[in-house]
């Protein structure tokens, strides 16, 4: 692959195509995402950040890639954001059209769509500088964005389109798993309880009208297993009505790929996904550990489903163990967790969903050393697995991940001191995986409701 725009690439000569001619292309597609009508999800904050930015700066002092990289002015945010804002200046502004060059407006080329293409791939949409701009300006919705222009001209990375949404939808996961092999995972999976655990605990499957309905991402199933099998004992100790499902009876998947890049693959999935759970008829669908299915499910869908048609609510897996903790539906010794334990805030589950407090009560009342990573919450920084990357391989993807956002979180988990770091995040995972091998940390990761499960008194 040649370089486009910095030492790395995620996405190929194949998808990128620079050789062809897009220019025109992107602009028609560019032109319909500022239509209203036609941009359902962030049309408002959209126009908006394009229209207006300082130039303050003080986006880029709290930006993990561009602090990690060294401050590069490539990876500061307002760098990024201004490839597609000059694009709107230059086409889309009547003083852009009459006098660009006294907007700051720039002609489209090949060469410059080929590194905005590269470029909004080096961030992982974490929303941390939305936290800090003193007008509001959002430029990890700008970056949002701008992929999606790129989608509609068919330029996505195949780990989230072809091997992703689309995947998942002609299967019922992203894994491809048929239904067959799901139910010998499961099977398996119980067994494994029984061998580890030293009692039975039953997972049901695809039962109709159950209270709850869990949802994993697929991937936990072959890559956290122990996060599953920690889900179920804990439904199981607490005594609920509930079942996973199968790719029999549609989508068995949480994850919706569509969230990072295109509104229409999140359209295809979160229907069918909501099609499924009507099928079941459950009462609450519960996501498992899983941050942007969590955004996806519980608050991105309320804009595009009416009521009527998702007669369901949705939960994640973290208040349900939260509040049967704290209701002593289920009882938990933190000394069978006896190892200092810290926790990331995945940036979905926390600036994205809210979820600060379950989590930290859950980890004090089944660990015996709880510590906080610094900073933490709102202001927590991302691990650089967030919007895809964990899945992002190609062109010495990993690397860029490692050296830069996962550079910080190495350095934070160090000073914490921690011998385990707690994630509730499938994304979250497969990124502090490689973060603490890159590294050579003297940590393991686990998953909340793994470490809920294993302090479990029965």
């Known amino acids: 692959m040649r370089k486009v725009f910095d030492d790395y690439r995620v996405l190929s000569d194949e998808t990128l195509k620079p050789d062809e001619p897009r220019v025109e292309k992107f602009l028609q597609a560019m032109k319909k995402s500022l239509q209203q009508r036609d941009n359902w999800t962030f049309w408002l904050p959209y126009t908006l950040s394009l229209d207006t930015c300082m130039k303050c700066g003080t986006c880029a002092e709290v930006c993990p890639v561009y602090l990690a990289s060294g401050k590069k002015d490539i990876y500061h945010p307002v760098y990024r954001s201004d490839m597609l804002r000059k694009v709107y200046k230059r086409y889309f502004t009547l003083p852009g059209r009459i006098f660009p060059g006294l907007v700051g407006a720039e002609n489209l080329t090949e060469e410059k769509l080929n590194a905005m293409a590269e470029n909004i791939y080096r961030c992982t949409i974490c929303r941390r500088c939305a936290y800090v701009c003193p007008v509001a300006i959002d430029n990890g919705v700008i970056a949002r964005e701008a992929r999606k222009i790129f989608d509609a001209i068919d330029i996505a990375p195949d780990e989230l389109k072809k091997n992703g949404t689309q995947k998942q939808a002609k299967f019922g996961n992203a894994t491809g798993t048929p239904a067959n092999a799901f139910l010998d995972m499961i099977e398996f999976l119980e067994e494994e309880i029984e061998d580890t655990k030293g009692y039975k605990v039953k997972i049901p499957v695809d039962k109709e009208g159950a209270e709850y309905l869990l949802m994993h991402n697929a991937g936990d199933y072959l890559a956290f297993a122990e996060t599953v099998m920690g889900a179920a004992e804990v439904m199981a100790a607490a005594g609920v009505d509930w079942t996973l499902n199968s790719p029999a009876t549609g989508i068995n998947d949480a994850v919706n790929y569509g969230v990072f890049y295109s509104d229409a693959e999140f359209t295809t999935i979160v229907k069918a996904q909501v099609a499924t759970a009507r099928k079941l008829g459950i009462k609450t669908l519960v996501v498992g550990e899983c941050g942007h299915a969590f955004e996806a499910l519980k608050y991105l869908m309320l804009r595009l489903i009416p009521p009527e048609e998702r007669p369901f609510e949705v939960k994640s897996i973290l208040e349900l163990e939260d509040a049967w903790i704290r209701e002593g ?41 709880f510590r906080e990573l610094t900073p933490n919450r709102e202001m927590s920084i991302c691990c650089g697995g967030g919007s895809g990357f964990a899945i992002m391989e190609k062109g010495d993807f990993r690397k860029f991940r490692m050296e830069t956002y996962g550079k910080i979180k190495a350095e934070q988990l160090q000073a914490s001191g921690a011998s385990i770091i707690a994630l509730a995040c499938s994304n979250c995972k497969g990124q502090f995986r490689e973060i603490i091998n890159y590294y050579q940390l003297p940590v393991r990761f686990a998953g909340v409701s793994e470490l809920v499960a294993n302090a479990l008194v029965r």
């Open 329 to 369: 539906r289920i009882k938990v010794d933190p000394e069978k967790n006896p190892e200092p334990v810290t926790y990331h805030d995945s940036c979905k589950l926390g600036r994205l969903g809210g979820l600060y407090e379950e989590p930290r009560r859950i980890l004090k009342a089944c660990c015996l050393d």
